[in-house]
């Protein structure tokens, strides 16, 4: 095994986590010193210190290879991991076909190699844009949410339990269509009124068909049930308000419309992710939590041209030009004064500024 050390948000720490280096004061005396074990004690310590943030050691297994990085290395390690992923999920929905439980022991397994491939390299991730070598949309689209959903728990400091717990409950989200006649599932044009009701059925039938599963964590079980609430109350199959919608359904709502919108479907193509992103921020609160949409944004990018951001700097702006995840910002407000002059900060030219918040129309 092998350390990675992470910076994770200060409100995400959970006793046991490991201090993953010294924490020192202005002095440079160490307060904190690596290896401590947080302990409830320790947390309120570290709160009372204002970090935002606090390096968390990860344990990683070790891999042949000297590093992992941006190249053609990474793509093969993936999808070898996710080659693997299929085969078992393929084994699991066939299960599902003939009414038995998947094998939880492989699914757990696999779970835990991909949170550990994105422990080492999570921008593997996110360089491999989208992953097309599949022969089932259904098979495509919960890799990726999986994907995705442990990118966006590893950012948020997730441990990895509950990165599994979460990591199970996108990769099974949608096994319910299994039970959905394919002609509904791949009509080519406009669903009618009653087969857009059988198809909200997938999250009730996933969540019933392995309810019974003791191997399968309550957290996973209600992602499945709960991923097409709206945080308004305005979605399936409970109508929940967003009080009540558990975060990792929350979270998996986000990954699905976004994975869904940018693939190509039997009845329209991929809308483009730019697109996508506004879609997403245009509801939060409707449909979406803010604070998750805020996060998955900062994750993959594609802000759009307009955007209103405010950046790490304090300055706020909005966004001329594209650019994933480093755009263009002209600058708006500094140090909470109007700025009259044409002043542009351009985010692939300033590694230390970053977006940190970003609405549609608002500043
Ligand atoms: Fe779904």
């Given at each position: 095994m092998k350390n990675i050390c992470r910076q994770i948000p200060m409100d995400n720490i959970v006793e046991g986590m490991i201090l993953g280096s010294n924490i020192y004061d202005n002095l440079g005396n160490v307060l904190l010193a690596e290896g401590l074990v947080f302990t409830d004690v320790l947390i309120r310590r570290v709160q009372r210190m204002g970090l935002d943030n606090v390096p968390i050691l990860y344990q990683v297994p070790n891999t042949n290879e000297k590093k992992l990085d941006f190249g053609n290395y990474d793509k093969k390690i993936i999808s070898e991991t996710v080659n693997k992923t299929k085969s078992i999920l393929v084994q699991s929905m066939n299960k599902f076909r003939l009414n038995e439980l998947p094998n939880f022991k492989e699914l757990k397994a696999i779970v835990d190699e991909m949170i550990n491939l994105i422990?080492?390299?999570?921008?593997?991730?996110?360089?491999?844009?989208?992953?097309?070598?599949?022969?089932?949309?259904?098979?495509?689209?919960?890799?990726?949410?999986?994907?995705?959903?442990?990118?966006?728990?590893?950012?948020?400091?997730?441990?990895?339990?509950?990165?599994?717990?979460?990591?199970?409950?996108?990769?099974?989200?949608?096994?319910?269509?299994?039970?959905?006649?394919?002609?509904?599932?791949?009509?080519?044009?406009?669903?009618?009124?009653?087969?857009?009701?059988?198809?909200?059925?997938?999250?009730?039938?996933?969540?019933?068909?392995?309810?019974?599963?003791?191997?399968?964590?309550k957290a996973s079980l209600e992602a499945i049930l709960y991923h097409h609430e709206n945080e308004d109350g305005t979605g399936y199959p409970h109508k929940l308000c967003s009080k009540d919608i558990p975060d990792f359904a929350k979270i998996i709502r986000v990954i699905d419309v976004f994975d869904a919108m940018t693939s190509d479907r039997s009845y329209r193509d991929k809308i483009c992710p730019y697109e996508t992103v506004r879609f997403l921020l245009s509801n939060m609160g409707t449909k979406f939590d803010e604070d998750i949409v805020n996060q998955f944004v900062s994750i993959v990018g594609y802000y759009p041209t307009g955007l209103i951001v405010t950046l790490n700097s304090g300055q706020k702006g909005f966004i001329i030009r594209r650019n994933k995840r480093k755009p263009v910002v002209k600058i708006l407000v500094d140090d909470k004064k109007i700025v009259r002059e044409n002043h542009q900060v351009d985010l692939r030219r300033e590694p230390s500024i970053f977006i940190t918040n970003c609405k549609l129309n608002e500043l």
């Open positions: 422990l080492s390299s999570d921008e593997v991730v996110l360089s491999l844009a989208k992953l097309k070598d599949f022969d089932s949309y259904l098979m495509e689209h919960s890799i990726n949410i999986c994907l995705l959903s442990i990118v966006f728990g590893v950012k948020a400091g997730y441990n990895k339990k509950v990165l599994q717990e979460l990591a199970l409950g996108a990769l099974l989200c949608d096994i319910g269509s299994l039970f959905i006649p394919s002609e509904i599932l791949r009509k080519p044009s406009k669903l009618t009124e009653q087969e857009f009701e059988i198809i909200k059925s997938h999250s009730v039938f996933g969540y019933e068909a392995i309810n019974n599963s003791t191997e399968i964590p």
